[in-house]
């Protein structure tokens, strides 16, 4: 069984570029959330998708997007780049089945600079 | 969802007990407490959860007391390897609730040294 896998570990762009970051989902899961994490804060979460629709948002502009795709493997987008988005960026995984816990899996990260 | 408190940092030598202490005064009744420990440039990783009492794994122990106002994780003699931020969650659990959508505060830093 093969954990949380993320895509590009580290990554620099500049202001007002665009960039895709990929997660792989742990096998079997169908929920993935992804967090952001500025240096020395807790990780802030950005939306959560389930079963490739959106299921909950955080406090981000439109201009962070995401996508889950058929085999729960996902994507977020973040347009028009600004400096405060230099951060870690998080994906967790979990598998949702009804019940009143459903503990996440995280992915290592992948940095994200803007300059 | 309910705001929670934790020390900043605490620290520790090899071998000792560690008790890293949090509060959420304005938990609700469906919320759950959640403990993650966060290593440097990783991913947090799923410690501990409970609602009441006290519960026990085979790395840590929760103790909540009965009002649930606070709760209490346990770390039993702490290593080197123990050195890590952890994180108190409060939340409910479940898919429309608040249990996916994790609300981390800044967590307290663990030192710990020979």
């Known amino acids: 069984e093969t954990g949380v896998t993320q895509s590009p570990t580290h990554l620099i762009k500049t202001r007002g570029q665009q960039v895709t970051l990929r997660c792989s989902s742990q096998?079997?899961?169908?929920?993935v959330s992804w967090y952001q994490q500025a240096l020395g804060q807790g990780p802030q979460f950005i939306f959560q998708?389930?079963?490739?629709?959106?299921?909950g948002r955080g406090n981000f502009p439109p201009r962070f997007s995401g996508l889950q795709f058929p085999n729960y493997s996902s994507e977020l987008n973040v347009n028009a780049l600004e400096l405060d988005d230099s951060a870690l960026y998080l994906c967790?995984?979990?598998?949702?089945?009804?019940?009143?816990?459903?503990?996440?899996?995280f992915g290592p990260g992948t940095r994200l600079t803007v300059l | 969802l309910a705001k929670t408190t934790q020390p900043i940092s605490m620290d520790s030598y090899e071998g000792q007990e560690v008790n890293i202490t949090c509060s959420h005064n304005?938990?609700?009744?469906?919320?759950?407490i959640t403990w993650y420990q966060q290593f440097p440039s990783q991913g947090p990783r799923f410690i501990i959860q409970?609602?009441?009492t006290k519960v026990t794994n085979e790395v840590a122990s929760l103790f909540i007391p009965a009002d649930r106002k606070s709760s209490t994780l346990s770390l039993p003699r702490v290593s080197l390897s123990d050195t890590a931020v952890y994180y108190c969650?409060?939340?409910?659990?479940?898919?429309?609730?608040?249990?996916?959508?994790?609300?981390f505060g800044t967590g307290t830093q663990l030192k710990v040294e020979l």
């Open positions: 967790a995984s979990s598998l949702w089945q009804g019940s009143s816990y459903n503990e996440q899996f």
């Open positions: 096998s079997g899961h169908n929920t």
């Open positions: 998708y389930y079963r490739e629709e959106e299921n």
């Open positions: 304005n938990i609700a009744t469906n919320d759950y």
């Open positions: 409970g609602y009441k």
């Open positions: 969650l409060v939340g409910e659990g479940g898919l429309t609730g608040g249990g996916n959508k994790l609300t």
